[in-house]
């Protein structure tokens, strides 16, 4: 027997309280912003639901609770009574998310009440530093990093495969033998979000700017080409895309990696990242 649900569905009226809860934690909330300073609540347009809790009048009212409920569930805030709401309201739907990200305390908080009916997962990414670089980077960008034009999609796409087969572990065209991914991927170059160095025409440092809210640019699929790992080419593409990021676009660059990936977050310190806090993953 499910408890009875606290959260809600929040649409447009609910605006000023989003905002206001999403703006306490700009980095962590990207990916929610983005979405929603582009749509608005509506979940035709948001691409998905954000559900909340309220707060108690008592303690200043406002959202206790808040979850985007899309190809992705992201918890961002809430306590463990939020938490079992939000699992009350998955609960009633048949699973469509393909994972849990987010603050860890709120993923983590959230599987718990799922795992039962969820599990088990593919994957559990219990640390993921999540980290933030408002300044120009420390070292160096590599002049050759550039955005990637429309018509070279057939020579970054397979670059971008390969890094998401090597990220999430299983490979982006299975299913619908790549047409989603490829759109996706199509369209982060058309926005020109999505950064390369061409080598002899082919890619050997690849990185895009995901999200995109008006305060941070969450920069993900870093990957370099196994032939070329260990001369650097990371740090320098990595620091050209925070670079773009801050002083073109006027944002703070973020991203988060998996704690046990040492040469990864090695990179990224000697760029000039910081941690701001701590991500999970779930990955079903």
Same mark, same amino acid.
Not at 100 to 125: N, Y
Not at 192 to 198: D, L, N, S, V, Y
Not at 207 to 236: F, K, M, N
Not at 266 to 281: E, P
């Given at each position: 027997?499910?408890?009875?649900?606290?959260?809600?569905?929040?649409?447009?009226?609910?605006?000023?309280?989003?905002?206001?809860?999403?703006?306490?934690?700009p980095?962590?909330?990207?990916?929610?912003?983005?979405?929603?300073?582009?749509?608005?609540?509506?979940?035709?347009?948001?691409?998905?639901?954000?559900?909340?809790?309220?707060?108690?009048?008592?303690?200043?009212?406002?959202?206790?609770?808040?979850?985007?409920?899309?190809?992705?569930?992201?918890?961002?805030?809430?306590t463990?009574?939020?938490?079992?709401?939000?699992?009350?309201?998955?609960?009633?739907r048949?699973r469509?998310c393909?994972?849990?990200?987010?603050?860890?305390?709120?993923?983590?908080?959230?599987?718990?009440?799922?795992?039962?009916?969820?599990?088990?997962?593919?994957?559990?990414?219990?640390?993921?530093?999540?980290?933030?670089?408002?300044?120009?980077?420390?070292?160096?960008?590599?002049?050759?990093?550039?955005?990637?034009?429309?018509?070279?999609?057939?020579?970054?796409?397979?670059?971008?495969?390969?890094?998401?087969?090597?990220? /999430?572990?299983? &490979?982006? =065209?299975?299913?619908?033998? +790549?047409?989603?991914?490829? %759109?996706? *991927? !199509?369209?982060?170059?058309?926005?020109g979000?999505?950064?390369?160095?061409?080598?002899?025409?082919?890619?050997?440092?690849k990185?895009?700017?995901?999200?995109?809210?008006?305060?941070?640019?969450?920069?993900?699929?870093?990957? /370099?080409?196994? &032939?070329? =790992?260990?001369?650097?080419? +990371?740090?320098?593409?990595? %620091?050209? *895309? !925070?670079e773009?990021?801050?002083?073109?676009?006027?944002?703070?660059?973020?991203?988060?990696?998996?704690?046990?990936?040492?040469?990864?977050?090695?990179?990224?310190?000697?760029?000039?990242?910081?941690?701001?806090?701590?991500?999970?993953?779930?990955?079903?």
């Amino acid at each position: 027997m499910l408890r009875l649900a606290g959260a809600r569905l929040l649409d447009d009226k609910d605006y000023p309280a989003v905002r206001a809860a999403l703006a306490a934690d700009p980095v962590g909330a990207c990916m929610v912003s983005a979405r929603i300073e582009i749509a608005g609540l509506d979940p035709w347009r948001l691409g998905g639901e954000l559900w909340g809790t309220e707060g108690r009048p008592s303690r200043g009212g406002g959202l206790q609770g808040l979850c985007f409920s899309g190809p992705n569930m992201i918890p961002l805030r809430g306590t463990p009574a939020a938490l079992r709401s939000f699992a009350d309201r998955a609960l009633r739907r048949q699973r469509t998310c393909s994972s849990l990200v987010g603050p860890s305390e709120q993923v983590l908080g959230l599987w718990d009440e799922l795992t039962t009916e969820w599990g088990p997962a593919r994957e559990v990414r219990h640390d993921q530093p999540l980290m933030a670089l408002d300044g120009r980077p420390r070292t160096k960008g590599d002049p050759r990093v550039r955005a990637v034009r429309v018509e070279e999609l057939e020579r970054y796409l397979p670059a971008a495969i390969a890094m998401f087969i090597e990220e /999430v572990g299983v &490979d982006p =065209r299975a299913g619908d033998g +790549g047409a989603s991914y490829r %759109a996706r *991927v !199509a369209e982060l170059i058309s926005s020109g979000r999505a950064f390369a160095r061409f080598d002899d025409g082919e890619v050997v440092f690849k990185a895009e700017i995901g999200a995109l809210s008006r305060g941070v640019g969450q920069i993900q699929g870093v990957w /370099v080409h196994p &032939d070329r =790992r260990g001369q650097g080419l +990371g740090v320098a593409g990595t %620091a050209a *895309v !925070a670079e773009r990021l801050v002083t073109g676009m006027g944002r703070t660059a973020s991203l988060y990696v998996n704690s046990y990936n040492a040469p990864a977050l090695s990179v990224y310190r000697k760029i000039g990242f910081r941690q701001v806090g701590r991500y999970a993953t779930v990955l079903f």
